[in-house]
């Protein structure tokens, strides 16, 4: 989002007062507007955040009001707020040093009343001073004081002071979150003003309720406002004011989405201020130009504007705005992925902030490193940037910066996954918040923290914080913020799978989004509804709702919200069965992820429009979408460093390689001869084990080599520690313990947990010999049949898809191919193969029954398990039993035939004789990963013996082994001389 022009106000502050002076013949109280410009911009820039949607059904969490990392073109703010409070003096002392001049030209009775004000002007310094103070009791006390001289002005019937007066009382409100008397004291400031023909003051509160306004979201009303002012600069001949006016009405159609009415009006701002030669000021709106081009994808564009606006700040000398343009080509950069860039960007704003000695502006500064970070999946890191950005914050007593500061340590905690520790951080935050009296901040971390219970899958105690975050947002008059609670509120019933309550909230959002003119929160509770509308099986509804969602989305500019849009109408119509239209949407929606930079949601609407294309029956079509697809997939996995994300973003994708193995069969089916069966098994082995694989890979290449050591001695302390809590976990589960023990210790293992991946994370990072490492590639059928297989020896791979499902026979010259019925038949039979097979473990013990020993079954027991047997053989097995003899099987099972001992299947269609009989039995993750194995071996020395272990772990505390422990140690002592036989 951009900045209110008078964010730019530095220096000069009291020449600009005395233009206005002679303009007027009365002091300019068009300054006082600054500070409420630059806190409208802190709040609804920073929900512009919110506009990064894709094709998933979300909610969301609103960011900390601080969060200048998280918006583009804020930075500038922190300049008016530090001149704030200078200038507000500066204003009074101004307007109380002319008193005696003002006097002369005063009526006896007027001047009469003129010897009664020192008292009141003594008075307003002194709330004035309160005001410096910036805490919650020194605003009440402020307030008090500008009460006792507003009733002193008015005594001596001085309306100037008292709009001004009530103008500040105004300000301090908004401070404290409490907009309605805000609203109440900017209104009768402006009556106040009615009476005195006082146009540039009258201009400025004008400006101020124009800004407020804005801030909660109604932005008709703003305009309104805003335009109301315009006039009164033009009469007056304030053609600086002039531009500050359009320039905040610009900021307000970015913030409506209406981009060309943006830039008309930024643009007539930039050419009153290079005719007044203001530099410093031009420099601010082609910062701002620039966000809007950012928002439009336009990147040329932004860096653009933004080299002019650095240009300008350059020649001027003015190093704390350069400092800040620098810091928005970090925010462009960012975006674009090239987080290499940003930090150069970032790290040169930071030197000149530090040179200006502006500590919470470094503060932020540092913060946009973390945020880096944080982007690249180094989390540990991105959080030990945050804390520093916190130090510094605490440095300079800003409470208000520390609580921002913590909710985004708390966001990056709940990405890890770190609830626990999230809801800490977030606590923290909502403690200061509540003392300082900021409401509105309140509100925003109450609905984070409802988020974190989302994540947590605690979607009741989500809808309980999201709901005390509505009930202040409504006392707050956040119109805006409301609708997006009520959409996240939705959002989490339909997570409940309360779809009826999920649609309310959805069309509650969408009627207030309506009435304010946000059409960012509209096109998204719009989007969301139709979801719901979907699920019901409303396609008409769905279309309905989803088509105004892409209206207002356009309106709004922003690409990922337009493609969100057209990705959901064109699966919509893919699911009615209308697969023109759902590739017509489709294609629309690519160029757009692309011309984001947003690679997730270009592999979306390429995956939709392989899905439609197949359909369609353009086979080779649908080949060539989902193949550009999986090229994304894989690029976006190897960009997390931390193994278990990988392997979460991995296991999210996986429906894109089974649409991918199914097309190849379907293309083998038509024409055998093309090797597409072959490419099927390649894409098997490319959707399974990976992170099995790039493990393998990395113990082979020794990566903490070159690393540094503390980082090493960190990773090994860590593990200590894990291995200590782990100990120490199992003396509790085999002794006396409570539930509050067991779960004080889960939660130390967990966080312990996280804090070693993230160290692992770094390790990979900053290792030159995994910078180097190739990544190891899964086998092709040729390779297998070299690498893997030998004459005796076959390959079983599965592949459990949703329509159809698929096995591969490999020998050494020779791949055969099979189709099998769909993934939920073959599921259905295996579960009930589970079952009977685990039953008797599942019996009451008797008196002389040990876990672990051959448990007698029942003879009608016998009979099911056989028939179970023989039903899932013959799905899985009996189509290439012909083709399996007495050979070695290497068997990659996929989905629940992993749980299945295929050592217990049978090939014979008479009888049952298990496999193990005549087959040596070999289960694998992948046919690569033995190979990758092999090579790791075949360097190593044999070892002299070879070690067997059988274990039958304790895992629950229900086990009752722990609950008989001396029968547990004479079974184990049994076990252990063989006297006994297992199962």
Same mark, same amino acid.
């Given at each position: 989002?951009?900045?209110?022009?008078?964010?730019?106000?530095?220096?000069?502050?009291?020449?600009?007062?005395?233009?206005?002076?002679?303009?007027?013949?009365?002091?300019?109280?068009?300054?006082?507007?600054?500070?409420?410009?630059?806190?409208?911009?802190?709040?609804?820039?920073?929900?512009?955040?919110?506009?990064?949607?894709?094709?998933?059904?979300?909610?969301?969490?609103?960011?900390?009001?601080?969060?200048?990392?998280?918006?583009?073109?804020?930075?500038?703010?922190?300049?008016?707020?530090?001149?704030?409070?200078?200038?507000?003096?500066?204003?009074?002392?101004?307007?109380?040093?002319?008193?005696?001049?003002?006097?002369?030209?005063?009526?006896?009775?007027?001047?009469?009343?003129?010897?009664?004000?020192?008292?009141?002007?003594?008075?307003?310094?002194?709330?004035?001073?309160?005001?410096?103070?910036?805490?919650?009791?020194?605003?009440?006390?402020?307030?008090?004081?500008?009460?006792?001289?507003?009733?002193?002005?008015?005594?001596?019937?001085?309306?100037?002071?008292?709009?001004?007066?009530?103008?500040?009382?105004?300000?301090?409100?908004?401070?404290?979150?409490?907009?309605?008397?805000?609203?109440?004291?900017?209104?009768?400031?402006?009556?106040?003003?009615?009476?005195?023909?006082?146009?540039?003051?009258?201009?400025?509160?004008?400006?101020?309720?124009?800004?407020?306004?804005?801030?909660?979201?109604?932005?008709?009303?703003?305009?309104?406002?805003?335009?109301?002012?315009?006039?009164?600069?033009?009469?007056?001949?304030?053609?600086?004011?002039?531009?500050?006016?359009?320039? @905040? $009405?610009?900021? #307000? =159609?970015?913030? *409506? +989405?209406?981009?060309? %009415?943006?830039?008309?009006?930024? /643009? !007539? &701002?930039?050419?009153?201020?290079?005719?007044?030669?203001?530099?410093?000021?031009?420099?601010?709106?082609?910062? @701002? $130009?620039?966000? #809007? =081009?950012?928002? *439009? +994808?336009?990147?040329? %564009?932004?860096?653009?504007?933004? /080299? !002019? &606006?650095?240009?300008?700040?350059?020649?001027?000398?003015?190093?704390?705005?350069?400092?800040?343009?620098?810091?928005?080509?970090?925010? #462009? =950069?960012?975006?674009? +992925?090239?987080?290499? %860039?940003?930090?150069?960007?970032?790290? !040169?704003?930071?030197?000149?902030?530090?040179?200006?000695?502006?500590?919470?502006?470094?503060?932020?500064?540092?913060?946009?490193?973390?945020? #880096? =970070?944080?982007?690249? +999946?180094?989390?540990? %890191?991105?959080?030990?940037?945050?804390?520093?950005?916190?130090?510094?914050?605490?440095?300079?007593?800003?409470?208000?910066?520390?609580?921002?500061?913590?909710?985004?340590?708390?966001?990056?905690?709940?990405?890890?996954?770190?609830?626990?520790?999230?809801?800490?951080?977030?606590?923290?935050?909502?403690?200061?918040?509540?003392?300082?009296?900021?409401?509105?901040?309140?509100?925003?971390?109450?609905?984070?923290?409802?988020?974190?219970?989302?994540?947590?899958?605690?979607?009741?105690?989500?809808?309980?914080?999201?709901?005390?975050?509505?009930?202040?947002?409504?006392?707050?008059?956040?119109?805006?913020?409301?609708?997006?609670?009520?959409?996240?509120?939705?959002?989490?019933?339909?997570?409940?799978?309360?779809?009826?309550?999920?649609?309310?909230?959805?069309?509650?959002?969408?009627?207030?989004?309506?009435?304010?003119?946000?059409?960012?929160?509209?096109?998204?509770?719009?989007?969301?509804?139709?979801?719901?509308?979907?699920?019901?099986?409303?396609?008409?509804?769905?279309?309905?709702?989803?088509?105004?969602?892409?209206?207002?989305?356009?309106?709004?500019?922003?690409?990922?919200?337009?493609?969100?849009?057209?990705?959901?109408?064109?699966?919509?119509?893919?699911?009615?069965?209308?697969?023109?239209?759902?590739?017509?949407?489709?294609?629309?929606?690519?160029?757009?992820?692309?011309?984001?930079?947003?690679?997730?949601?270009?592999?979306?609407?390429?995956?939709?429009?392989?899905?439609?294309?197949?359909?369609?029956?353009?086979?080779?079509?649908?080949?060539?979408?989902?193949?550009?697809?999986?090229?994304?997939?894989?690029?976006?996995?190897?960009?997390?460093?931390?193994?278990?994300?990988?392997?979460?973003?991995?296991?999210?994708?996986?429906?894109?390689?089974?649409?991918?193995?199914?097309?190849?069969?379907?293309?083998?089916?038509?024409?055998?001869?093309?090797?597409?069966?072959?490419?099927?098994?390649?894409?098997?082995?490319?959707?399974?084990?990976?992170?099995?694989?790039?493990?393998?890979?990395?113990?082979?290449?020794?990566?903490?080599?070159?690393?540094?050591?503390?980082?090493?001695?960190?990773?090994?302390?860590?593990?200590?520690?894990?291995?200590?809590?782990?100990?120490?976990?199992?003396?509790?589960?085999?002794?006396?313990?409570?539930?509050?023990?067991?779960?004080?210790?889960?939660?130390?293992?967990?966080?312990?947990?996280?804090?070693?991946?993230?160290?692992?994370?770094?390790?990979?990072?900053?290792?030159?010999?995994?910078?180097?490492?190739?990544?190891?590639?899964?086998?092709?059928?040729?390779?297998?049949?070299?690498?893997?297989?030998?004459?005796?020896?076959?390959?079983?791979?599965?592949?459990?898809?949703?329509?159809?499902?698929?096995?591969?026979?490999?020998?050494?010259?020779?791949?055969?191919?099979?189709?099998?019925?769909?993934?939920?038949?073959?599921?259905?039979?295996?579960?009930?193969?589970?079952?009977?097979?685990?039953?008797?473990?599942?019996?009451?013990?008797?008196?002389?029954?040990?876990?672990?020993?051959?448990?007698?079954?029942?003879?009608?027991?016998?009979?099911?398990?056989?028939?179970?047997?023989?039903?899932?053989?013959?799905?899985?097995?009996?189509?290439?039993?012909?083709?399996?003899?007495?050979?070695?099987?290497?068997?990659?099972?996929?989905?629940?035939?992993?749980?299945?001992?295929?050592?217990?299947?049978?090939?014979?269609?008479?009888?049952?004789?298990?496999?193990?009989?005549?087959?040596?039995?070999?289960?694998?993750?992948?046919?690569?990963?033995?190979?990758?194995?092999?090579?790791?071996?075949?360097?190593?020395?044999?070892?002299?013996?070879?070690?067997?272990?059988?274990?039958?772990?304790?895992?629950?505390?229900?086990?009752?082994?722990?609950?008989?422990?001396?029968?547990?140690?004479?079974?184990?002592?049994?076990?252990?001389?063989?006297?006994?036989?297992?199962?």
């Amino acid at each position: 989002m951009g900045t209110h022009l008078g964010a730019s106000w530095s220096g000069g502050s009291a020449q600009l007062i005395w233009n206005l002076w002679k303009t007027t013949g009365r002091p300019g109280g068009v300054l006082i507007s600054v500070p409420r410009a630059v806190a409208s911009v802190w709040k609804t820039a920073l929900r512009r955040k919110n506009a990064r949607y894709r094709s998933r059904y979300r909610n969301r969490t609103l960011p900390a009001a601080a969060q200048l990392n998280k918006s583009r073109g804020q930075v500038l703010i922190f300049k008016a707020l530090r001149l704030w409070l200078v200038f507000l003096v500066v204003v009074t002392l101004f307007l109380l040093s002319k008193a005696p001049f003002l006097a002369l030209a005063l009526s006896p009775t007027q001047a009469t009343q003129e010897k009664n004000k020192p008292v009141a002007e003594q008075v307003l310094l002194e709330a004035v001073e309160r005001g410096k103070q910036r805490t919650e009791e020194a605003f009440k006390k402020a307030l008090t004081k500008y009460e006792d001289a507003l009733r002193l002005f008015r005594v001596a019937g001085d309306r100037d002071y008292e709009a001004l007066i009530l103008n500040n009382m105004a300000e301090i409100f908004t401070t404290l979150g409490d907009r309605k008397k805000a609203l109440d004291y900017f209104t009768q400031a402006l009556a106040a003003l009615k009476t005195t023909h006082f146009p540039a003051l009258e201009a400025g509160v004008l400006s101020n309720l124009g800004a407020i306004y804005d801030d909660i979201g109604e932005k008709d009303k703003a305009l309104d406002y805003y335009n109301k002012a315009l006039p009164l600069r033009r009469g007056a001949g304030d053609k600086l004011g002039e531009a500050i006016t359009l320039s @905040n $009405i610009g900021y #307000v =159609y970015q913030g *409506l +989405g209406e981009s060309q %009415k943006a830039i008309q009006h930024y /643009n !007539q &701002a930039l050419a009153l201020m290079r005719e007044a030669g203001n530099s410093s000021s031009q420099a601010v709106i082609l910062n @701002n $130009i620039a966000n #809007v =081009y950012h928002d *439009l +994808g336009d990147v040329q %564009k932004a860096l653009d504007c933004l /080299n !002019q &606006a650095l240009e300008i700040e350059r020649a001027s000398g003015d190093i704390d705005g350069e400092s800040s343009v620098l810091n928005s080509f970090g925010n #462009v =950069y960012l975006s674009k +992925g090239d987080t290499r %860039k940003a930090l150069e960007y970032y790290d !040169q704003s930071l030197v000149l902030v530090r040179k200006v000695g502006n500590r919470a502006k470094e503060a932020n500064g540092i913060a946009n490193v973390a945020l #880096v =970070y944080d982007t690249l +999946g180094e989390k540990q %890191k991105a959080i030990e940037y945050y804390e520093r950005a916190l130090a510094l914050a605490r440095s300079v007593n800003d409470p208000r910066t520390e609580a921002h500061g913590l909710s985004n340590i708390g966001a990056v905690y709940l990405s890890l996954d770190n609830g626990e520790r999230a809801l800490e951080v977030f606590d923290q935050a909502l403690a200061i918040l509540k003392k300082i009296g900021d409401r509105s901040g309140e509100a925003t971390t109450l609905n984070n923290i409802g988020a974190v219970y989302d994540a947590l899958g605690e979607s009741g105690k989500a809808i309980d914080y999201y709901q005390q975050s509505l009930s202040l947002v409504e006392v707050l008059g956040e119109r805006r913020t409301e609708a997006i609670l009520l959409d996240n509120i939705g959002a989490s019933y339909k997570t409940l799978g309360d779809d009826r309550n999920a649609l309310d909230y959805h069309l509650k959002s969408i009627r207030i989004a309506e009435s304010i003119g946000d059409k960012s929160t509209l096109a998204t509770a719009l989007r969301n509804a139709g979801i719901v509308y979907r699920s019901f099986g409303d396609s008409a509804q769905a279309v309905s709702k989803l088509n105004a969602a892409l209206e207002n989305a356009r309106a709004v500019g922003n690409p990922r919200l337009i493609g969100s849009a057209l990705n959901n109408l064109g699966e919509t119509y893919l699911l009615a069965g209308d697969k023109q239209k759902a590739l017509d949407y489709y294609n629309q929606s690519k160029p757009l992820w692309r011309g984001a930079g947003d690679l997730t949601g270009e592999a979306g609407a390429l995956y939709g429009l392989a899905r439609a294309e197949r359909d369609l029956g353009h086979l080779s079509q649908s080949r060539l979408n989902i193949e550009a697809a999986l090229g994304i997939v894989e690029s976006l996995r190897m960009r997390y460093k931390r193994q278990e994300l990988r392997t979460s973003y991995f296991a999210s994708v996986q429906k894109y390689y089974d649409f991918y193995i199914d097309l190849l069969m379907r293309l083998h089916a038509a024409r055998q001869t093309d090797g597409n069966d072959a490419r099927a098994l390649q894409a098997s082995e490319r959707a399974r084990a990976r992170g099995l694989l790039d493990m393998l890979a990395e113990a082979g290449a020794d990566i903490r080599q070159g690393v540094d050591g503390a980082l090493l001695e960190r990773e090994r302390s860590l593990r200590q520690l894990i291995s200590a809590r782990a100990e120490w976990q199992m003396k509790l589960f085999a002794g006396k313990h409570t539930e509050e023990q067991l779960t004080a210790v889960a939660k130390e293992i967990g966080a312990l947990t996280n804090q070693f991946q993230e160290v692992e994370a770094q390790i990979r990072a900053t290792s030159p010999r995994y910078a180097a490492l190739t990544q190891p590639q899964p086998l092709s059928l040729k390779e297998i049949q070299q690498q893997v297989l030998d004459d005796d020896t076959l390959l079983l791979e599965y592949s459990l898809g949703e329509e159809r499902s698929y096995l591969w026979v490999a020998n050494k010259t020779a791949l055969a191919s099979y189709e099998l019925p769909k993934r939920a038949d073959i599921e259905k039979v295996t579960r009930e193969l589970y079952a009977l097979m685990i039953k008797p473990n599942q019996q009451t013990a008797s008196a002389d029954q040990k876990r672990g020993m051959r448990v007698a079954r029942g003879a009608s027991d016998d009979r099911l398990l056989q028939e179970a047997i023989t039903r899932l053989s013959r799905i899985v097995l009996a189509p290439a039993a012909p083709q399996l003899g007495t050979k070695r099987l290497l068997v990659v099972a996929d989905g629940a035939l992993q749980y299945v001992p295929f050592a217990a299947l049978t090939a014979t269609a008479a009888g049952y004789t298990p496999l193990i009989v005549d087959h040596e039995i070999i289960s694998l993750p992948s046919a690569s990963t033995l190979a990758v194995m092999r090579q790791e071996l075949s360097g190593r020395k044999r070892a002299n013996r070879t070690l067997a272990v059988l274990a039958d772990p304790v895992f629950d505390s229900s086990d009752e082994r722990i609950k008989k422990p001396s029968r547990f140690n004479r079974a184990a002592w049994t076990l252990d001389q063989g006297s006994e036989s297992c199962d």
